[in-house]
């Protein structure tokens, strides 16, 4: 069984930074993509950002120069380093990692999420 583990949410003061993580546990041979979404009150869920196991990276317009996304595919995980952080930003960030394959095939799986809050 897949999960996936976040961290690094929080409270950060506009302009400041912040760095979310991302852990695959289990028995895993290779995912496809990692990636994180956010969802702020009231707003649907949106991609922020992801990135293939070959290193290609796509982001929203919104993030664009200030988050850079990363990922260590030896231990399955995904970074999102935030920075010039906005108010706009604050919503609850969730990991997905698609095209997981394990000994039950293939599947997509999604974190918990974490919480970032952007204010002074």
């Known amino acids: 069984q897949v999960q996936l583990v976040e961290s690094g949410g929080g409270l950060a003061q506009p302009g400041g930074s912040l760095r979310l993580s991302c852990a695959a546990s289990?028995?895993?041979?290779?995912?496809?993509?990692m990636g994180w979404y956010r969802q702020a009150p009231g707003k649907q869920r949106e991609l922020v950002a992801h990135i293939t196991n070959g290193g290609s990276t796509h982001y929203a317009d919104s993030v664009k120069g200030r988050f850079a996304i990363s990922r260590n595919n030896a231990k399955n995980t995904v970074y999102l380093q935030m920075n010039s952080l906005e108010p706009e930003d604050t919503a609850v960030y969730y990991c997905?990692?698609?095209?997981?394959?394990?000994?039950?095939?293939?599947?997509?799986?999604w974190g918990q999420g974490t919480q970032v809050t952007v204010s002074s």
């Open positions: 289990g028995i895993i041979f290779n995912i496809n993509s």
């Open positions: 997905n990692a698609e095209g997981v394959a394990t000994t039950a095939g293939l599947g997509d799986y």
